[in-house]
């Protein structure tokens, strides 16, 4: 049996009841967290407080090498975790494929994720948030101005009246940064107010955790601005009902004139 179990946001307690039961009765447990990390604990902590040990594994490990995952799965209960909810990332579900064709059973037991926390946090409806995107580093894309993938997805919301969540970028283990690094949202709003000066954005830092920050201003205010520890990330708010409007004022120190409320 494979068991995804998806850690929630914050820390070593932000996992469910049932994600927690399932860790602990585990024969062996592996985590990723290249596609997002628990800021408010280390692996050590983890174990120690689900008395466990984790193997955590790189992205090669994950997505090219996961044979002995598998093979271990074929005999044993083994627990497969990350971050927030674990099947958000595509990676994961390949490898819950990969394990199906070979005939071990899987289950998923869901977290938290940082797009409901967002619209939590936000006050925004769930349901009007359309596609999501990511903003890489600008080394990371390699391209001048913002990728075509960013770009694209904010016009085509906005031109629905929808909102968007940006992912910040986070680099574990690449070859350009001497250390984990994390895209924080003063840095994230100054590369889109190249393309968007006066843009409203909505910052959410530390989703999760005892402390999270919920602001909003125009992406060059933003750029300008300090948030703290990470994770964060930006949300541009599309057409807004006039209780989400009330939120953001209300939440994050939004200027309602400078909302667009339907």
Do not use: W
Not at 40 to 68: K, N
Not at 98 to 112: K, L, M, N, S
Not at 216 to 241: I, K, Q
């Amino acid at each position: 049996m494979l068991t995804f179990i998806g850690l929630g946001l914050y820390d070593e307690r932000s996992i469910t009841v049932e994600g927690q039961e399932a860790l602990r009765n585990a024969d062996r447990a592996y985590a990723e967290f290249y596609t997002s990390e628990l800021i408010g604990t280390t692996v050590a902590d983890l174990e120690s407080h689900h008395d466990v040990e984790i193997e955590v594994r790189d992205r090669a490990g994950v997505e090219q090498r996961p044979d002995d995952v598998l093979e271990a799965a074929a005999s044993e209960d083994v627990a497969f975790l990350t971050a927030g909810d674990t099947m958000i990332s595509t990676t994961h579900v390949d490898l819950r494929l990969r394990a199906h064709e070979r005939g071990i059973d899987t289950r998923v037991i869901h977290g938290v994720t940082a797009q409901t926390a967002t619209s939590s946090l936000t006050g925004l409806q769930n349901y009007r948030f359309g596609k999501a995107t990511t903003l890489p580093f600008p080394y990371a894309h390699g391209a001048d101005g913002l990728p075509a993938s960013v770009t694209d997805t904010i016009d085509d919301n906005r031109a629905d009246g929808l909102h968007t969540v940006v992912y910040l970028d986070i680099k574990v283990g690449h070859e350009r940064a001497e250390e984990d690094e994390y895209m924080t949202a003063d840095v994230g709003a100054a590369l889109l107010a190249d393309a968007y000066p006066d843009l409203v954005g909505v910052v959410v830092a530390r989703a999760g955790s005892p402390d999270p920050l919920v602001e909003a201003g125009t992406m060059s205010d933003l750029a300008d601005r300090e948030f703290g520890d990470p994770l964060h990330l930006l949300v541009v708010p599309g057409d807004c009902h006039h209780l989400e409007a009330d939120a953001l004022v209300e939440l994050a120190g939004a200027d309602r004139a400078a909302l667009d409320v339907v």
